[in-house]
């Protein structure tokens, strides 16, 4: 009768320590119950989802109301606008990365409380497993042979197996719900790094929107001080820059038609490898002016010089983003506003690559490039805007081949202009960026 009741009591651990893992999968299992706070975190990520995509609706308003105003005549009126309409949709795309801003430290700390639910989850988990195991162990002392001779009821001995092998299950159940747990984890931990990475890349990208509104800003208030918002005062100064305009462009014509490169065509990729060789530099891709003998160009010889178009342009609004076509090094980058302002390229950087192109990215309204960085194809390398001699915000996207381009200095002898710092290159040395890019 001793054996029969110490096989009972043992019967009865068996069943009380199967409740216990039983109950501690279900309870335990992470995610099972959303507390409080991880569910207003949600919403709260919701609700700056909403706005963001708000504030997108208002940015895409305006980007389409810019392309409006761009193509009526140029008054002073029309100049202001586009000026007052170009800071109103910066101010907008500041706003929406801060938004973004502010959803990406919520998902940070969202996934930062799931992670901590899980590993709080597995310590219990393994806490219990321990003291199951252990309690086990115990009652493994007896072999089912020896509880089988000292048991007087047979009922007993499978009964107590069968309650054995059910305890053993439980345990291998909850092993496998902590492995779960533990590669959910990981992967909450990859998620965490990876918005960590997107928080910081949108606190660059808002200060450098920050600076590009500022800009924006200040030249608005120096075109409404030096016309006294005056439309024949604008005339005037419009009418002087051109010819200031024209002059330039003529000197720096003049000086690439007297280099002479002999182009190596082997070390430049072939026919059936051009077409795609290079990247779109921005999206979404709107070409306003091709590259070579354009109606534009022909329209404004003076400027042109009967030469044709140099490069490709990329219509876009301030502030877009704009990236290296090819992976390669920064060979230079400058500002030909601080010679001469409104003349050339304005605000530029130059890229060489590794399949004997350079590329060359203009009138932009901030550089994010610095010379003598190795870039990636994609990599940001400033913000589209209209620097130099730009009648609208456009990129001007020129492709070289990399042996007759250089970066020279040019003295000007335009009255009020200095010397030139900029990419020079031989006329042959220019190729039409629409057999490097993809197509269309």
């Known amino acids: 009768m001793n054996h029969l009741g110490s096989l009972l009591r043992s019967n009865s651990f068996f069943l009380y320590a199967t409740g216990i893992i039983v109950f501690l999968i279900f309870l335990l299992r992470p995610g099972a119950v959303l507390g409080e706070t991880a569910l207003e975190l949600q919403q709260k990520i919701g609700a700056k989802s909403a706005s963001i995509s708000e504030l997108e609706r208002e940015i ?4 389409k109301e810019l392309l409006s105003i761009g193509a009526e005549a140029t008054t002073l009126e029309r100049e202001i606008a586009v000026l007052d309409t170009t800071r ?38 393994r806490e219990a497993l321990g003291a199951a195991t ?17 048991s007087e009821r047979m009922s007993s001995v499978m009964r107590a197996h069968v ?28 998620e965490v790094s990876a918005e960590k990475q997107k ?27 030096t016309t006294k918002n005056e439309e024949g005062t604008y005339r005037n100064l419009l009418a002087t820059k051109e010819r200031e305009i024209a002059a330039v462009e003529a000197e720096i014509r003049a000086f690439e038609t007297e280099l002479r490169t002999i182009i190596d065509r082997s070390k430049l990729p072939g026919e059936e490898v051009a077409t795609g060789s290079l990247a779109w530099p921005l999206k ?32 876009g609004s301030v502030g877009t983003e704009l ?37 060359l990215y203009a009138h932009l309204s901030l550089v994010k490039a610095v010379r003598g960085q190795v870039v990636a194809t994609g ?34 002898k335009v009255p009020g202009c200095g010397t030139y710092t900029m990419p020079l290159a031989s006329l042959e040395s220019y190729l039409d960026p629409m057999e490097y890019l993809p197509r269309l």
């Open 60 to 63: 895409a308003k305006y980007n």
């Open 134 to 150: 252990q309690a086990l162990a115990r009652e493994d002392d007896r072999s089912l042979m020896e509880i089988l001779f000292t």
């Open 323 to 359: 990236w290296s076509a090819r992976r390669g090094t920064v060979r230079g980058v400058g500002d030909t506003d601080l010679t001469c302002k409104g003349a050339s390229y304005g605000k530029w950087v130059l890229i060489d690559h590794d399949n004997g192109l350079s590329t």
């Open 284 to 315: 979404p891709v709107r070409i306003t002016q091709p590259f070579g003998d354009t109606e534009f160009s022909r329209t404004h010889s003076q400027v042109y010089s009967g030469k044709g178009h140099n490069g490709t342009d990329f219509g």
């Open 163 to 190: 309650e054995l092998l059910s305890f053993t299950g439980a345990i291998d159940a909850s092993l496998a719900e902590l492995r779960k747990t533990r590669a959910t984890l990981v992967d909450n931990q990859a």
């Open 379 to 412: 990599d940001l390398v400033g913000y589209l805007g209209r620097t130099g001699y730009a009648t609208g915000p456009h990129l001007h996207f020129t492709v070289y081949a990399t042996e007759g381009v250089q970066i020279g200095q040019l003295k000007s």
């Open 199 to 225: 928080l910081e890349a949108l606190r660059k990208k808002v200060a450098d929107q920050k600076k590009i509104a500022d800009n924006a800003r200040k030249e608005q208030a120096t075109l409404l001080a």
């Open 88 to 125: 109103k949709k910066l101010q907008l795309e500041v706003n929406a990365t801060q938004a973004k801003i502010d959803k990406a430290e919520l998902t940070v700390r969202s996934l930062g409380d799931e992670i901590g639910g899980k590993e709080e989850h597995i310590r219990k988990n």
